[in-house]
T-cell receptor, first 114, second 114 residues
Framework: AQSVTQLDSQVPVFEEAPVELRCNYSSSVSVYLFWYVQYPNQGLQLLLKYLSGSTLVKGINGFEAEFNKSQTSFHLRKPSVHISDTAEYFCAVSDNQGAQKLVFGQGTRLTINP | NAGVTQTPKFQVLKTGQSMTLQCAQDMNHNSMYWYRQDPGMGLRLIYYSASEGTTDKGEVPNGYNVSRLNKREFSLRLESAAPSQTSVYFC?????????????FGPGTRLLVL
């Protein structure tokens, strides 16, 4: 069975600063990796996903993530954050063995200070 | 095109009461899911329906039942609510049940059981 660990429950940063949200996973089989974002009082929406191919994945709103198989990581980055990026971010994993059962991390709350 | 809609948005129940959470999607998706979100625990899958007429248990099915009423609608029922079921419930859908598919989430139902 897979598991996901998001190493930081909260990350405060200043506006226009870079940010990295960390995600590690464990699985005995090949995986697909996702980052979802939840803005206040809303449902989750997909930021980006890694299925195969290039390990650097670009998503919406200027976010990108890098799949590192040897480190079993899928960290999310943005070079310059805006106030509107304030949200909770969830890393999730599914394996390629059958039905889609997403396993979510605990979430990282990103707070942007002006 | 409303995407995934959920009703009600907020509900307060007393222990032992029953209620049904409603979910509908207008994206012609085959697969639908129910999750619960608890602080510090991410989202956990309660039940899913790969296609109309089928339902399967997820990670935390105890205390819940589901009905896939038709292709559009997937309801979640609490027969005898308990305080441990206080949570935010999210419905999601995807075109099919494949591990690489993006899931599309509703805005959530916030449930408080006293």
């Amino acid at each position: 069975a897979q598991s996901v660990t998001q190493l930081d429950s909260q990350v405060p940063v200043f506006e226009e600063a870079p940010v990295e949200l960390r995600c590690n996973y464990s699985s005995s089989v090949s995986v697909y990796l996702f980052w979802y974002v939840q803005y206040p009082n809303q449902g989750l929406q997909l930021l980006l996903k890694y299925l195969s191919g290039s390990t650097l994945v670009k998503g919406i709103n200027g976010f990108e993530a890098e799949f590192n198989k040897s480190q079993t990581s899928f960290h999310l980055r943005k070079p310059s954050v805006h106030i509107s990026d304030t949200a909770e971010y969830f890393c999730a994993v599914s394996d390629n063995q059958g039905a889609q059962k997403l396993v979510f991390g605990q979430g990282t709350r990103l707070t942007i200070n002006p | 095109n409303a995407g995934v809609t959920q009703t009600p948005k907020f509900q307060v129940l007393k222990t032992g009461q029953s209620m049904t959470l409603q979910c509908a999607q207008d994206m012609n998706h085959n697969s639908m899911y129910w999750y619960r979100q608890d602080p510090g625990m991410g989202l956990r899958l309660i039940y899913y329906s790969a296609s109309e007429g089928t339902t399967d248990k997820g990670e935390v099915p105890n205390g819940y039942n589901v009905s896939r009423l038709n292709k559009r609608e997937f309801s979640l029922r609490l027969e005898s609510a308990a305080p441990s079921q206080t949570s935010v419930y999210f419905c999601a859908s995807s075109p099919v049940v494949r591990p690489q598919e993006t899931q599309y989430f509703g805005p959530g139902t916030r449930l408080l059981v006293l």
